[in-house]
Every structure is written in structure tokens, then in C-alpha cells.
């Protein structure tokens, strides 16, 4: 029997790759590997294990149809009791790892391999692990938390080159002032330096390519995007148009342009538009925001969309998808989020529900959430059974009527949902599918 690599996404980011031979279920394949997926008939009855395949083939033993519909089915829903792959997977879980596995994210020792300026406030930082860690098996887009050297901090950061390449993982790194890592990248780096990365995590990662693809980078948000399109062209994944929006604020800010321009000899249809917000004399592109350059003509196709940047970026390029209706199941995002407001279990409680207008009626009673200092309160509030709150911490259980709900910060509004009235801080983040 043939074995397939299985990714499992949870809700948190978290992602893990297990090896499933096809005579196991997923939930068999979990098991071998010390993942205890949730569970609860393993007859396709209950609906517990329910997920969704992002990607790849597989089959479904026996199932009751009131756990999974047709309609579930053929939007890729799977029950992973009953589901064998037939090919290398992604299978997106709607909750947190920690409920599946009692490990926590992979910490590897690397070292520096080398730091260069590649732009007035860009830095690039190779890191080199050790083989056969998570630099082999993250997917493309995803990002990994490094080590502050000397210091106990850590911060997020998108891998800029494809999984498994030779060399070492890649980073690009925007200088700020007073920043912990920007200090340390900008002054004190040096190859050789010890430094821990811990992951991978994330959500946004490259979906394959049946599409044309739109992506929009603000700053070093272009450094997923080259992780994708590095893996596109050395797969061969190279038969969809490719748009790249790149923006920054001035023009000596931008970097890996000549990167971007290879892409076309690897065999990518890729066409690239910069904006700056404040251009020096002879710039030949355009003025503004990066996302002044969406247009119909860029969506009309119904590209898979990936937008990754600073949040006031990712607002508006949202904001504006949602004005055009676009299908947000293709849109996908990440926030760089400053390291204060990643996932702070401190952060004010306020969730709510993606569910689009209809089903949209998030804590229409706000005594279900009344304490924000609670971590984790239970709520018999009527969430719809598919939505998610990205990173809400909000998962279902056994029954779709039934959810742990606990505080958060960042939730994800289809266009058109309501949002709670008042509420200052809600912001969205990025989206599932
Ligand atoms: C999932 C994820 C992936 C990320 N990937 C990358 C990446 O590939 N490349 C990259 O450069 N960054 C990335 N970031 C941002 C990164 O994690 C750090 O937040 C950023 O590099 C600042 O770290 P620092 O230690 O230099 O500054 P800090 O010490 O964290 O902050 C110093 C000051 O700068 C402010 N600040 C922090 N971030 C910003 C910002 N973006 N704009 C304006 N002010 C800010 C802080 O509020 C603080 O006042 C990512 C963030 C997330 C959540
Ligand atoms: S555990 Fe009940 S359907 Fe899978």
C-alpha cells in the first residue's frame, strides 16, 4: 500500500505532516503518529472528526448522510474516521492543535548563514538548520517564530523560500526603529550566531494553482510570496497567469525585483506592478497604496487571491474585494501583526461568527461572553455549524449547536456580516477558505 504525506492545519496555524498509508484512515494515520484528532463514534455517524481537504484525492468509507451531506461532500468536507488519502494531502482542522496534541511546535537549533541589506529598510537573514526538521516541511507562505538572539524574544517570520531547498531557510526582515529583532538584524547579526526557530505555523500557504493567482505585497510581504512562486516554478506549477501587486513606501525600499523579474525564465506567466507611496525622481510606477492597483480586470478571472503585508493593507484590499462581491473562500491572507497583538490571550474578549449575513448574529447576548479576563467560556449561543473565526479559538464540539468560545481579538468578517456596533478594536485577519 502507498503512503502519502498528510499536512493537518488546525485552527491555531499550527500545522503538522504525518505519513498516512492508504489502508488507515486519516484518523488511524493520526493515532500512529500521537495525534489524537477529535472523535468520537469512528463510524461516520457523529460528524466529530469532520474537516475539510484542502487539497489532494482521497476516498471516504461508510458514512451516514445527517454527518456529512452532499453538499458538505462536494464543498470537500471529510470525515477523517472514514477518509483514506489516495494522494499527498492538506486536511484543515477547525480547531486548536493543543486539544490534539499534547507536543508542542517543533523548536530547532540554527545558526546565521549570512545577513545582507537588500533595500533601505530590509534585511535578508538565511538561517541554517539542521535537515529533516520543519524547514523541509512547511508549506509555502508559512511562516516560523526566530529567536531574538540575546534577548528572550521571539518574533514571526515568513519563509521566503521554497520547503526542502538547498541552503538555508530565507527571511527578509523590515528595519523599524526601536524594533528588538529590527536591532538585531540591522546591527549585531553575524553568520554563526545560535538561533532557535520554532514552527511551522499558518494558514496562508499556497493553495494549488487551478486558478489564475492575484497577489498583493505590502513591504516584506513579499517574502511569502516568493516561497510560493519558488515552489510554483520548481514544480512546475506553472500554467496559471500570475499578477504580483508590490508596494512600498518609497522606491529604495523595495527588494528582490530582480528575483521577481526571474520568475518569467522559470516558466511563470507572471506579470508585476509596483506602487510607491512617496516616489524619488525617475520612478516609472505607480503612486500610492499598493492596493490603488486592484481592479476588475485583475479579478475578473476569479483568481485564488494572497495578500500579505501590514494590517491597514490587508483592510483595505479586503474591503475592497468585498465591494466587488468577490468569493472570499479564495482569498487569502496574513496580517503582519505587530509582536503585541499576536494571538495575546489578553486581548479584549469580542468573537463573532463568518457566516455571512444570514447566519450572522454573533452575541446577540452579550452575557455569553461576559468576562473578558475569562479565558475559555461556553456559550449555547447559535453559531452557524461551518463558521470560523480565524483566530478566535472557537471550535466545535461533537454537536454544530455547541462551541467553547474564548476571548479574541481578530476575527474574520465575510464582506457583508455584521460586525459587533462598537466595538473599536475588531479588526479582520486573514481568512480560512
Ligand atoms: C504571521 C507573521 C509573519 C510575519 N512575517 C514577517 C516577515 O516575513 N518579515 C517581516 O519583516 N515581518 C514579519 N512579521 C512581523 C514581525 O513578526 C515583527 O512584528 C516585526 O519584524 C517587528 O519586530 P521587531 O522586534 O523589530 O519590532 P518590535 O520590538 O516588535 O516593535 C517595535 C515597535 O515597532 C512597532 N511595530 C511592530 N511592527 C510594526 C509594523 N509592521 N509597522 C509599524 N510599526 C510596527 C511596535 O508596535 C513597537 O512599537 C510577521 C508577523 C506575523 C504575525
Ligand atoms: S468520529 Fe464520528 S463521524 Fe468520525
Known amino acids: 500500500m502507498s503512503k502519502h504525506n498528510v499536512t493537518l492545519v ?5 500545522s503538522v505532516r504525518i505519513q498516512a498509508d492508504e489502508a488507515d484512515s486519516i484518523y488511524m494515520a493520526c493515532l500512529r503518529n500521537k495525534i489524537r484528532i477529535l472523535t468520537d463514534c469512528l463510524e461516520g455517524a457523529c460528524a466529530t472528526c469532520k474537516a475539510l481537504c484542502v487539497e489532494g484525492e482521497y476516498t471516504l468509507d461508510d458514512y451516514s448522510d445527517s454527518a456529512l451531506s452532499d453538499e458538505e461532500a462536494a464543498r470537500r468536507e471529510v470525515l477523517t474516521c472514514q477518509m483514506h488519502a489516495r494522494s499527498d494531502c492538506i486536511v484543515e482542522f477547525g480547531y486548536e492543535s493543543r486539544l490534539a496534541m499534547k507536543t508542542e511546535p517543533e523548536t530547532v537549533a540554527a545558526t546565521v548563514a549570512a545577513v ?40 514571526s517570520y515568513s519563509f521566503a523560500n521554497a520547503p526542502g531547498a538547498a541552503g538555508p531557510a530565507r527571511f527578509y526582515i523590515k528595519v523599524l526603529e526601536q524594533g528588538v529583532m529590527s536591532e538585531y538584524v540591522s546591527s549585531r547579526a553575524r553568520p554563526g550566531d545560535a538561533i532557535e526557530m520554532t514552527g511551522p505555523f499558518g494558514r496562508f500557504y499556497l493553495r494549488r494553482p487551478q486558478r489564475p493567482i492575484l497577489m498583493v505585497a505590502g513591504g516584506t510581504g513579499l517574502a511569502p510570496m516568493l516561497s510560493m512562486l519558488d515552489r510554483m516554478a520548481e514544480t512546475g506549477m506553472t500554467d496559471q497567469k500570475v499578477w504580483l501587486l508590490c508596494g512600498a513606501n518609497r522606491p529604495d525600499e523595495l527588494f528582490c525585483l530582480d528575483e521577481v523579474a526571474a520568475y518569467a525564465n522559470k516558466g511563470i506567466d507572471i506579470t508585476t506592478e509596483l506602487a510607491v507611496v512617496e516616489p524619488a ?153
Open 116 to 155: 545582507e541589506r537588500v533595500s533601505s529598510t530590509v534585511v535578508r537573514l538565511d538561517v541554517e538548520a539542521a535537515n529533516g526538521s520543519m524547514i523541509d516541511d512547511f508549506m509555502p507562505g508559512q511562516y516560523v517564530h526566530l529567536s531574538v538572539p540575546g534577548t528572550h524574544e521571539r518574533r
Open 281 to 433: 525622481d525617475g520612478w516609472d510606477g505607480a503612486i500610492g497604496h499598493v492596493t490603488g492597483l486592484l481592479r476588475y480586470e485583475l479579478i475578473k478571472d476569479t483568481p485564488d487571491i494572497y495578500l500579505c503585508g501590514p494590517p491597514p493593507m490587508i483592510e483595505a484590499a479586503e474591503s475592497w474585494l468585498g465591494t466587488q462581491n468577490f468569493d472570499d473562500a479564495l482569498v487569502h491572507a496574513e496580517k503582519f501583526l505587530p509582536a503585541e497583538h499576536e494571538g495575546s490571550p489578553s486581548a479584549p474578549f469580542l468573537c463573532a461568527c463568518d457566516g455571512g449575513p444570514a447566519l450572522c448574529e454573533p452575541v446577540s447576548d452579550n452575557s455569553s461572553f461576559p468576562d473578558a479576563g475569562s479565558r475559555t467560556q461556553r456559550s449555547r449561543t447559535r453559531w452557524p455549524s461551518r463558521g470560523t473565526c480565524r483566530t478566535g479559538y472557537r471550535y466545535p464540539l461533537k454537536s454544530c449547536r455547541r462551541y467553547f468560545v474564548s476571548p479574541c481579538f481578530y476575527l474574520h468578517f465575510r464582506p457583508g456580516s455584521r460586525r459587533l456596533s462598537d466595538r473599536p478594536s475588531i479588526s479582520a485577519r486573514g481568512r480560512t477558505r
Open 10 to 14: 488546525f485552527e491555531d496555524g499550527r
